[in-house]
């Protein structure tokens, strides 16, 4: 009997110890599927991440080439607008440089005319017709047209008549016998004469100026009588309102 029961104790023991074994084994194991199962999850979690990212990417790329799509599309538009506008431009001048020749065609053939009459000398805005006091000829201390004045008046008021498009400017001179005063208010009168008689020849008082130099814009130095009949004359200058030279 005692040696049974030693034996079955000694069973009872062996079997024991392999029951913790076992038990520890599966600890074991159960700690190591924990750590799998939790190194899945953390991958799992990287690649949900990087899916994240991935379609964060893709998004903003989305964005980034839409962006680049409208300004594209946009400078295209400046592109067209800018070319339109150039064209345009260019046009203008075309148009504004055929405009400048028919000027400067009719231009010549009004000096042309007039140069048949009196002297003429182009300008960078028209023209300015000379009237010496050898063609145009007032009285010493006089304001008064005479019958040669009004003829050589009226010939060029017939040239003028025939343009449009010019504003005409009257200048008075004197020579340099008096005070500055009264000889810069006998120039107007002067000037004033010759307006008066190409309005009533046809041109329009609304394109006509005057004004009064005096003797202050001598053409020639000196007192004797030649230079001052010389210095006392009249300009009409020649302006083209439409196109600037």
Same mark, same amino acid.
């Given at each position: 009997?005692?040696?049974?029961?030693?034996?079955?104790?000694?069973?009872?023991?062996?079997?024991?110890?392999?029951?913790?074994?076992?038990?520890?084994?599966i600890? !074991?194991?159960?700690?190591?599927?924990?750590?799998?199962?939790?190194t899945? &999850?953390?991958?799992?979690?990287?690649?949900?991440?990087?899916?994240?990212?991935?379609?964060?990417?893709?998004?903003?790329?989305?964005?980034?080439?839409?962006g680049q799509?409208?300004?594209?599309?946009?400078r295209?538009?400046?592109?067209?607008?800018?070319?339109?506008?150039?064209?345009? !431009?260019?046009?203008?001048?075309?148009?504004?440089?055929a405009?400048?020749?028919?000027?400067?065609?009719?231009?010549?053939?009004? &000096?042309?005319?007039?140069?048949?009459?009196?002297?003429?000398?182009?300008?960078?805005t028209?023209?300015?017709?000379?009237l010496?006091?050898s063609?145009?000829?007032? *009285?010493? *201390?006089?304001? *008064?047209?005479?019958?040669?004045n009004?003829e050589?008046?009226?010939?060029?008021?017939? +040239?003028?008549?025939?343009?449009?498009?010019?504003?005409?400017?009257?200048?008075?001179?004197?020579d340099?016998?008096? !005070?500055?005063?009264?000889?810069?208010?006998?120039?107007?009168?002067?000037?004033?004469?010759?307006k008066?008689?190409l309005?009533?020849?046809? +041109?329009?008082?609304?394109?006509?100026?005057?004004?009064?130099?005096?003797?202050s814009?001598?053409?020639f130095?000196?007192?004797?009588?030649?230079?001052?009949?010389?210095?006392?004359r009249v300009?009409?200058?020649?302006? *083209?309102? !439409?196109?600037?030279?």
């Amino acid at each position: 009997m005692g040696v049974l029961v030693l034996v079955v104790g000694g069973s009872y023991y062996a079997g024991y110890r392999d029951l913790k074994e076992m038990r520890a084994e599966i600890r !074991s194991l159960r700690q190591e599927v924990n750590e799998a199962t939790r190194t899945v &999850q953390e991958e799992s979690a990287a690649v949900a991440a990087s899916q994240r990212s991935a379609e964060e990417a893709a998004a903003k790329a989305a964005v980034a080439a839409e962006g680049q799509k409208q300004a594209e599309s946009g400078r295209q538009q400046a592109e067209a607008v800018a070319q339109q506008a150039s064209a345009q !431009s260019q046009a203008a001048q075309e148009k504004m440089s055929a405009m400048q020749r028919e000027r400067e065609a009719e231009l010549d053939r009004m &000096q042309e005319a007039l140069n048949r009459v009196v002297e003429t000398k182009r300008t960078a805005t028209g023209m300015v017709i000379s009237l010496p006091n050898s063609v145009f000829r007032f *009285d010493f *201390d006089k304001a *008064d047209l005479n019958q040669h004045n009004r003829e050589l008046l009226s010939r060029i008021a017939g +040239i003028l008549l025939v343009s449009k498009g010019y504003g005409l400017s009257v200048f008075g001179y004197t020579d340099d016998v008096g !005070s500055p005063d009264y000889n810069q208010q006998l120039s107007l009168r002067r000037a004033t004469a010759v307006k008066d008689y190409l309005v009533q020849a046809g +041109i329009d008082p609304g394109i006509v100026n005057v004004k009064g130099y005096g003797k202050s814009s001598p053409l020639f130095e000196g007192a004797s009588n030649d230079a001052r009949a010389r210095n006392r004359r009249v300009e009409i200058a020649l302006t *083209d309102s !439409s196109v600037h030279f």
